[in-house]
């Protein structure tokens, strides 16, 4: 008894902290037990199971381990100490590359002699280089003679002082008014379709419109006339293009054709893709109108939709001016996308596109340039309505006279030794161009004429129209970006407002110009 009471004397008493601290330890080592345990049971399974996956990830695990102790790269042992003087040299030595490309030197003859209206853009225009004197304006889309139109001016003022300036936010938030949806109605029941919805800009509703419903995948088959806007559009889209030849129905249905043969016995997840025909109402760089009949029969015949630009064709075709449909009296909703603008014919501004109300509502949600665009000013709204009123109450005032002028100075055009007209007669817009022999004439050097020199040429007699008191512009294009190169012209827009005189002076005067300008030794 004395012995154990010694030694329990002897002994350290157990406390609470080093208890604590073996019961630390023990955990540890029986955590580290079973997880070692695990771990070589893992190993030899999936080495049983699956050697390869053992494979890779003693692989995976070396490349972390190299990663992590390979030399890593310093920026800032590379730094190389450059005094002030040699800082100043390399200054004064860098030449930063221009943003846009070098103008050559027709480009800038071009630029340096463009023409400057002083005023108001009209019947009438006086140019801020001239003396004064006013000119015959058949350079501008007013085919209606709506830009300088008194009543619609009063009517902008008003609509000035209600609405302001712009609305300041995109239709789908706080920028749709109540202006603009009365327009989208009043141009729904106008064309004859379901539904319409705005775009603030005529060109980038077409950018918009095509994107939106056409994919990857997607095939769309494209008249190679079409304008620069419906190009921009249709390489957006990234679908398949296929082009046919300018208004000819016998190569369209070839073209369809193949494409349906190429899709016979399709699988997979693009097997029946969305099929498009896109083409133009009345052609831009043409003057031409597209065949609609042939075009819905031949949609009928191979499935197809199509996709209508009547940018330029509403306001001036049919009899109501409600664009193609209304030519050739065929029935809107056979056209699935009808796009149209308000910046031509109409005189406002913007775009539009008619449809069904299932398609019209999903751009509301897909349409780029309508989700992030500032919706139009409600001034340009009431502007269009206005027109579109006017068309409404009185359109053979606007059509029959219209037409008039343009039967008549193409008829007076063609009569001119030497020139080349482009343009269905309905078309109050027409291309002029010297003939290839009136330009063999010309080059009394010898050689071959370029496309700089047929543009010289054309700037040439646009400044001579403009001495005999007409103004006129030459057709331009964005040469590099152009898919197919229209040629060289003169634009050529008659107006409803212009009077019988007013036809023959210009007539006159570009065949006054034509003489001078081809009577030159070059």
Not at 1 to 14: F, Y
Not at 240 to 246: M, S, T
Not at 333 to 340: Q, R
Not at 389 to 404: D, I, K, T, W, Y
Request: with cysteine; hydrophobic share 40%; glycine share 8%.
């Amino acid at each position: 008894m004395a012995s154990m009471s010694a030694a329990s004397h002897l002994a350290p008493p157990l406390t609470a902290e080093s208890d604590g601290d073996g019961g630390q330890r023990g955990l540890f080592r029986t955590a580290w037990d079973f997880s070692f345990r695990m771990a070589l049971r893992y190993i030899k399974n999936s080495y049983k199971d699956d050697p390869f996956r053992t494979f890779l990830e003693v692989c995976l695990i070396g490349f972390i381990i190299w990663y992590m102790t390979k030399q890593k790269y310093n920026i800032g042992n590379n730094e190389i100490e450059l005094s002030e003087k040699e800082i100043d040299e390399l200054v004064d030595d860098w030449r930063p590359e221009p943003l846009v490309p070098e103008l050559t030197d027709f480009e800038r003859e071009t630029l340096d002699k463009a023409a400057l209206l002083d005023g108001p853009n009209g019947i009438k225009v006086r140019l801020a280089s001239g003396n004064g004197k006013s000119l015959l304006n058949f350079a501008s889309y007013n085919f209606l003679g709506f830009i300088d139109n008194p009543e619609f001016e009063k009517r902008a003022v008003e609509t000035l002082r209600k609405y302001g300036v712009g609305s300041c936010g995109p239709p789908g938030f706080y920028g749709t008014l109540d202006v603009h949806m009365e327009l989208e109605k009043h141009l729904a029941a106008f064309v004859g379709h379901s539904a319409a919805i705005l775009y603030s800009q005529a060109f980038t509703t077409i950018l918009s419109v095509i994107p939106c419903f056409s994919k990857r995948g997607d095939i769309i088959v494209a008249d190679e006339a079409v304008n620069f806007s419906l190009q921009q559009a249709i390489a957006l889209s990234r679908s398949k293009v296929y082009w046919y030849k300018h208004n000819d129905m016998a190569d369209l249905e070839r073209v369809l054709k193949d494409v349906n043969k190429q899709l016979t016995g399709r699988r997979g997840k693009n097997a029946l893709p969305r099929k498009f025909i896109v083409t133009e109402g009345l052609f831009h760089n043409t003057g031409d109108i597209s065949p609609l009949k042939d075009l819905v029969d031949l949609k009928h015949r191979y499935k197809f939709r199509i996709i209508l630009d009547e940018s330029l064709s509403f306001g001036v075709l049919g009899k109501r001016g409600a664009g193609l449909t209304d030519h050739f009296n065929v029935d809107p909703h056979e056209v699935d996308l009808l796009i149209g603008a308000l910046s031509y014919a109409i005189g406002a501004s913007g775009g539009f596109c008619c449809a069904d109300k299932d398609l019209v509502e999903h751009q509301r949600l897909s349409g780029l340039g309508y989700c992030f665009s500032a919706s139009m000013p409600g001034i340009l709204a009431v502007a269009a309505s206005d027109a579109i009123r006017a068309l409404e109450s009185n359109p053979e005032g606007h059509f029959v006279s219209m037409r008039e002028n343009a039967s008549l100075l193409q008829t007076l055009l063609r009569r001119i030794p030497g020139l080349q007209v482009e343009g269905a007669l309905e078309s109050p817009l027409m291309h002029i161009r010297l003939t290839p022999e009136t330009l063999v004439r010309m080059k009394r050097s010898g050689g071959a004429w370029t496309k700089t020199d047929i543009d010289r040429v054309l700037a040439e007699l646009v400044e001579e129209a403009q001495k005999d008191g007409v103004f006129l512009t030459r057709a331009m294009y964005v040469d590099e970006h152009e898919r197919l190169l229209p040629n060289s012209s003169i634009r050529v827009c008659v107006s409803c407002a212009h009077t019988r005189k007013d036809i023959e002076k210009c007539a006159h005067a570009i065949k006054n110009a034509v003489s001078r300008v081809t009577s030159k030794k070059r």
